[in-house]
């Protein structure tokens, strides 16, 4: 059991449709990701959000937008996807802290998934 | 030369066996380092991680890291079929991002 929860574990979905993700965690942690993994890749980072606001997009495609309505949530909402989106979907959270270098970067972690796929 | 370097495997050693996993990093500003455990079809779990040179034991498990030459390795004892997986390095430099290298696979044979 992970205390970082992603729902749906799994989802079909057709080009046209539009559809969310969500993560959860409760562990107070205020950095919240979204990554997306192919099969024997590592995970690909694609954005980033502290104290709820988004401070790293790696240039995604539109058709992804994330939303951070509290500390606690991270959405990511589907529209118009490409056969080539088909992945794990991964949410993961970690502590937030300011200072050293070596302090700040706290390790991450992750929920279970979301495997889309996409038809 | 990648920014994290892992040897993909696979990594074969026979149950009990110390298997020895390896990561070399290019950036000697990165300050954190990770290993994280993926099997297949799950999410990653965190391992281990470290900060400063030397040694860190968490039961069967020991996490290497030697700045000056710009590696870190985990140790694993006693290795066990269900410690069969792929682990990911990762390292944090100043930019905040988790950096992977692209995983070692692991199989323990009974």
């Known amino acids: 059991d992970t205390e970082v929860t992603q729902t749906p574990k799994h989802l079909v979905m057709g080009m046209t449709n539009k559809k969310s993700l969500k993560c959860e965690q409760h562990?107070?942690?205020?950095?919240m990701y979204w990554y997306k993994q192919k099969a024997k890749k590592p995970p690909e980072l694609m954005f980033v959000?502290?104290?709820?606001?988004?401070?790293i997009n790696e240039s995604v495609p539109s058709r992804f937008s994330p939303e951070c309505p509290n500390s606690s949530l991270l959405n990511l909402h589907l529209h118009a996807l490409q056969p080539e989106d088909s992945a794990l979907y991964l949410c993961?959270?970690?502590?937030?802290?300011?200072?050293?270098?070596?302090?700040?970067?706290?390790?991450?972690?992750f929920g279970d998934g979301t495997r889309l796929s996409i038809l | 030369q990648k920014e994290v370097e892992q040897n993909s495997g696979p990594l074969s050693v026979p149950e009990g066996a110390i298997a020895s996993l390896n990561c070399t990093y290019s950036?000697?500003?990165?300050?954190?380092f990770f290993w994280y455990r993926q099997y297949s079809g799950k999410s990653p779990e965190l391992i281990m991680s470290?900060?400063s040179n030397g040694d860190k034991e968490d039961g069967r498990f020991t996490a290497q890291l030697n700045k000056a030459s710009q590696y870190v390795s985990l140790l694993i004892r006693d290795s066990q079929p269900s410690d069969s997986a792929t682990y990911l390095c990762?390292?944090?430099?100043?930019?905040?991002?988790?950096?992977w290298g692209l995983g070692t696979s692991l199989a323990v044979n009974p």
């Open positions: 993961a959270s970690s502590q937030f802290i300011t200072g050293p270098a070596r302090l700040s970067n706290q390790p991450q972690h």
């Open positions: 562990m107070g942690h205020r950095a």
């Open positions: 959000y502290s104290y709820e606001k988004l401070s």
């Open positions: 950036d000697r500003g990165s300050q954190s």
């Open positions: 470290i900060y």
């Open positions: 990762g390292k944090v430099g100043n930019n905040r991002k988790l950096i």
